[in-house]
């Protein structure tokens, strides 16, 4: 075979061979990849219309299945994998915080506040929050009061009052109230996010 016919060769290989895959850190988890790929999030049952996730087929880094939902919002870690999974998130293998809060209370179930913490979507907010406990027990996200028609709920309108009580101001716009609802539904709270 001629020089050049080699060499057109080679091209035509490197044309037509598929790229190679990209090398992954060896997956932290054994997981069935048959599992439900969306998983729900008691503590903020939104999460996936706030866009939180995105549909993809890349691998999560610490699974090695395809996502199905790849998580898209914040984690606060110095060596955050690229592309994890909502159900490493929504499992505890992730691991690290997603959101920049504190909980209200020093008294909270500790294991419900690493769900809450660390296995649930990041709430996207202007600046720290205080995450609403009652009972030792971290309430859910529901959306800031102008998502949802939120605010024109009677629960709602009481904990904003609540909660421009607690500033001393004659009331508190919409979009700065987060609001918060018990797992029973029960306790309805507003958290301050100023922008
Ligand atoms: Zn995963």
Redo the contacts with the bound molecule.
């Keep these: 075979m001629s020089f050049w016919k080699k060499a057109l060769n080679g091209f035509d290989n490197r044309m037509t061979a598929p790229p190679p895959e990209p090398k992954l850190p060896a997956p932290i ?1 054994q ?1 069935d990849c048959s599992e439900d790929p969306k998983p729900h999030f008691r503590f903020y049952p939104h999460a996936y219309e706030d866009g939180n996730f995105e549909e993809s087929d890349a691998k ?1 880094w ?2 090695g ?1 395809p ?1 199905g939902w790849r998580y898209v919002a914040s984690i606060y870690s110095a060596d955050k994998p690229e592309v ?2 909502a ?2 998130l929504a499992d505890g ?1 992730l691991g690290s915080g997603t959101h920049d809060t504190v909980a209200s209370s020093k008294v909270v179930d500790k294991e419900l506040w690493f769900e809450a913490e660390c296995c649930t979507p990041g709430i996207s907010s202007f600046n720290p929050f205080s995450w609403p406990v009652v009972d030792g027990e971290p309430l859910a996200y529901l959306g800031h009061a102008d998502q949802r028609d939120l605010e024109k709920r009677a629960e709602v309108k009481q904990a904003m009052a609540a909660l421009a009580k607690e500033f001393d101001w004659p009331e508190v716009a919409p979009h700065y109230a987060m609001i918060f609802r018990s797992l029973d539904g029960k306790h309805w709270r507003a958290s301050m996010d100023l922008d």
């Design positions: 988890r997981r999560c610490l699974c299945c996502c994890v999974c159900r490493c293998t």
